[in-house]
């Protein structure tokens, strides 16, 4: 061996025992937990229904995952419906439909999106928090102590989840973390999941300034539609009537399921049929709740046909123009929910934007019989940047805020982008968090 290799050995053996030592250094040092808040349609959701009938899922009188399941059938994506009471703005379930919500305080349901195992499927799975999550295991965090998460039924907005007792068994999970880990919890909500916790700091009636002082350190949201996002309004216009959409209309995931799944290839050849993958979507909620909002988007053309505009000021008219009947209902129940009502936190408001796959209009030749052409903006290809940048809107000047541009990020990827795990990482105190990753890569390089 010659000197120079010699030497970039010795060198190496160097780096290997700084590298060693800083991230010995970065485990045992005390970090602020970490709680994560999925988004809408990152928790997984089980199902249960008794004895067989034609038109619901037949469980055997058992849970068994219903989202996402890649085998799931349409009676199965049926019992996802919510049925609406306008007299008293509630939601349930279907008749003799129970649905669950499984992993609370645990993080495995909510790292990946699609899990499937069944012996005629290639076995799939599909990141959500995954890389999230193995990023700060990598720092010291472990899983289901120091670093957990809140999974919810994703289809109901928060003054639902408060009435079903959600937002008290996450008050008690942010405690048990705070008693096992000895310093206060950050948390770390992705999307809808950054209401949903807004909701909790601001509106839940079982916490108070001193207890989010002692058990809060800091509130991170990633791409949080705070008024909403334009791209809600295709599904609840796509109805069995409307001509189904082009595959590069339909989300990431509803692709990613149309192709490996036997099944809904049946019903959806050439990802053409999203009537068969959410015909109940108009239903939830949760969709109500994402609207754009009036006092955000105010006047601007949504929805365009060939005889009138729809702004967000116009959405009764929309809804009696398709017969969605209890559709106004619901968006009016939500707003109720809405609230820029600072938490009083140390609040961090991250996301993407320069993403121009981001649906700005839709236009119609007539709105009940044909697909939209669809006009692209700014924002994260999920999220516009008007609703996006409302934090800063709301909140800029307020002590202890900040919020931080991405560009080209785009929804998804914000919950593995570098730049924005090591912005999360200085945030919980988790400093040496890439130690370990350049360990691993230097022993690679030395074998």
Known sequence: MDRKKILTRL????GV?????????????YKSPILLIPGLGGSQLDEKTKGYRPDT???????QKVWYDIQMTPNCAK???????????????KTGVKIRVPGFGETNTVEYSVKDTAVFVKKIKRKYMRNLVEHFAKCGYERGVSIRAAPYDWRLAADELDRTGYFKEVK?????????NRQRVTIVAHSMGGLVSHY????????????????????ITLGTPWGGAIKTIQPVLANKKTAPLKCEELSETLIFLIKKSPIIKHYAPKCASWSILVPFGRTFESTAWLLPKPSLFGDKVLVETNSRKYTANDYEKLFDRINYDDGYAMFKGTQQI???????????????????????KFTYTSIKDSKPKITYGDGDGTVNIESLRACDTQWSGRKKFKSKEFDSVDHQDILSDK?????????????????????????????
């Not at 025992?17 to 040092?29: E, F, H, P, R, Y």
């Not at 008690?172 to 096992?180: D, F, N, S, T």
């Not at 839940?204 to 509130?219: D, F, L, P």
């Not at 140390?346 to 649906?359: F, Q």
């Open 11 to 14: 060198l190496c053996v160097v």
């Open 17 to 29: 025992c700084t590298l060693i030592l800083s991230a010995v250094a970065a485990k045992k040092k």
């Open 57 to 63: 899922c037949w469980t055997h009188g058992r849970y």
């Open 79 to 93: 019992d996802l419906s919510l049925r609406y009471d306008k007299s008293s703005n509630t939601y349930r379930n």
């Open 172 to 180: 008690g999970l942010i405690e048990e973390m705070r008693k096992a």
């Open 200 to 219: 909790f700091l601001t509106s839940y009636s079982g916490i108070n300034k001193s207890w989010k002082k002692k058990h809060i350190k800091a509130w």
């Open 338 to 360: 809405n609230s820029d009502k600072y938490p009083n936190v140390p609040t961090y408001c991250y996301y993407g934007k320069k993403v121009k796959s981001t649906p700005e």
């Open 419 to 447: 730049a924005v795990l090591k912005y999360i990482a200085k945030i919980v105190g988790a400093r040496g968090c890439g130690s370990m990753e350049q360990l691993e890569q230097l022993l690679e390089a030395l074998n």
